[in-house]
């Protein structure tokens, strides 16, 4: 699906990659989740934001999950260059709903990590970016 049909949604983003779906919330949801699993990622959080919404603020929200998720040895590997890096982790993907389609977003690992200014971070960013695009490209 080309982004730009989907109101809301055709404004490029410059600090992730995302991908408009014609498959339900659940199905993109569940695919996202087998996806990262086989790139090596494991779900560390899931904050299902409609729920926190209508919860803390009365408010109804459509569909938005985000995932925080983390492959344990390139966490452990960035570490050992940047031992407050932890402060970029986990990677964050999103999944939500807009106008009927679903959308599967992922970080930028090299935009966030440049903001470490640490040279040694580089290729392990470039492999997360590797990893969470063939999971966009999954979905």
Same mark, same amino acid.
């Given at each position: 699906?080309? *982004?730009?049909? +989907?109101? #809301? &949604?055709?404004?490029? @983003?410059?600090?992730?990659?995302?991908?408009? $779906?014609?498959?339900?919330?659940?199905? !993109?949801?569940?695919?996202?989740?087998?996806?990262?699993?086989?790139?090596?990622? %494991?779900?560390?959080?899931?904050?299902?934001?409609?729920?926190?919404?209508?919860?803390?603020? #009365? &408010? =109804?929200?459509?569909?938005?999950? @985000?995932?925080? &998720?983390?492959?344990?040895?390139?966490?452990?590997?960035?570490?050992?260059?940047? @031992? =407050?890096? #932890?402060?970029?982790?986990?990677?964050? +993907? @999103?999944?939500?709903?807009?106008? %009927?389609?679903?959308? &599967?977003?992922?970080? =930028?690992?090299?935009?966030? *990590?440049? *903001?470490?200014?640490?040279?040694?971070?580089?290729?392990?960013?470039?492999?997360?970016?590797?990893? $969470?695009?063939? /999971? *966009?490209? !999954? /979905?």
């Amino acid at each position: 699906m080309n *982004l730009a049909t +989907v109101s #809301g &949604v055709n404004k490029s @983003i410059q600090y992730g990659h995302r991908r408009a $779906l014609t498959i339900p919330f659940e199905k !993109a949801l569940q695919d996202t989740k087998e996806a990262l699993l086989k790139e090596g990622f %494991g779900v560390l959080s899931e904050i299902n934001v409609r729920e926190k919404f209508r919860e803390k603020l #009365g &408010v =109804d929200f459509h569909n938005y999950v @985000i995932l925080g &998720v983390c492959n344990p040895l390139l966490a452990y590997e960035t570490l050992q260059h940047e @031992i =407050d890096i #932890g402060l970029f982790l986990p990677c964050n +993907v @999103i999944v939500y709903e807009v106008q %009927g389609h679903s959308v &599967v977003a992922v970080i =930028d690992a090299e935009k966030m *990590l440049a *903001l470490a200014g640490n040279p040694k971070l580089e290729l392990a960013a470039s492999v997360v970016n590797e990893r $969470l695009q063939r /999971v *966009l490209e !999954a /979905v």
